[in-house]
T-cell receptor
Framework: DQQVKQNSPSLSVQEGRISILNCDYTNSMFDYFLWYKKYPAEGPTFLISISSIKDKNEDGRFTVFLNKSAKHLSLHIVPSQPGDSAVYFCAAKVVGSNYKLTFGKGTLLTVNP | GAGVSQSPSNKVTEKGKDVELRCDPISGHTALYWYRQRLGQGLEFLIYFQGNSAPDKSGLPSDRFSAERTGESVSTLTIQRTQQEDSAVYLC??????????????FGPGTRLTVT
């Protein structure tokens, strides 16, 4: 039972354009969402997060949008750079738990020069 | 500063053998986590340690899996009588444990385990 779904296994965009990575979830008890980026042979690194009381969080080129009614969040990267090429994982935390994360399967983003 | 380190980086073992994976968390981090990532899958939570509290072992897939942590330092994940389905990348993460940053987990590079 996949509670966090990233339905696009891969995405390819041109340098300078916007990358939009999507994530859907089924558990209404999730109250905190995170995005991690993973390069080959490295562990995931934290990128950006959002609390369920917000609908948008921005950090430089990265913005995460949360639509609670649709149980959907997205990560926007503008402008995309070749160094952004990596696997992006969406993760979520259940209310009352301060540590247990449920991850999606990831989306491989390729930014072409 | 030093990040989370894991050893070995790769391990090939025969079915039925025991393996031990090691994790060195970031110094001062009170929380430590183990995850497993099978091919084409997301990260699966295995176990969580927080200070001297009893660990949350709810993610361990079977009694062949166990983990130990000494204080707030090194942790070892042991898999007994390995099976082919245990083949995966095993990731360790640590976090400061403080409330304001409780969700920022810092991951090691992982140990790729292959059971033949």
């Amino acid at each position: 039972d996949q509670q966090v779904k990233q339905n696009s296994p891969s995405l390819s965009v041109q340098e300078g354009r916007i990358s939009i990575l999507n994530c859907d979830y089924t558990n209404s008890m999730f109250d905190y969402f995170l995005w991690y980026k993973k390069y080959p042979a490295e562990g995931p690194t934290f990128l950006i997060s959002i609390s369920s009381i917000k609908d948008k969080n921005e950090d430089g080129r990265f913005t995460v949008f949360l639509n609670k009614s649709a149980k959907h969040l997205s990560l926007h990267i503008v402008p995309s750079q070749p160094g952004d090429s990596a696997v992006y994982f969406c993760a979520a935390k259940v209310v009352g738990s301060n540590y247990k994360l449920t991850f999606g399967k990831g989306t491989l983003l390729t930014v072409n020069p | 500063g030093a990040g989370v380190s894991q050893s070995p980086s790769n391990k090939v073992t025969e079915k039925g053998k025991d393996v031990e994976l090691r994790c060195d968390p970031i110094s001062g981090h009170t929380a430590l986590y183990w995850y497993r990532q099978r091919l084409g899958q997301g990260l699966e939570f295995l176990i969580y340690f927080q200070g001297n509290s009893a660990p949350d072992k709810s993610g361990l897939p079977s009694d062949r899996f166990s983990a130990e942590r000494t204080g707030e330092s090194v942790s070892t994940l042991t898999i007994q009588r390995t099976q082919q389905e245990d083949s995966a990348v095993y990731l360790c993460a640590s976090s400061p444990g403080g409330r304001s940053r409780r969700n920022e987990q810092y991951f090691g590079p992982g140990t790729r385990l292959t059971v033949t």
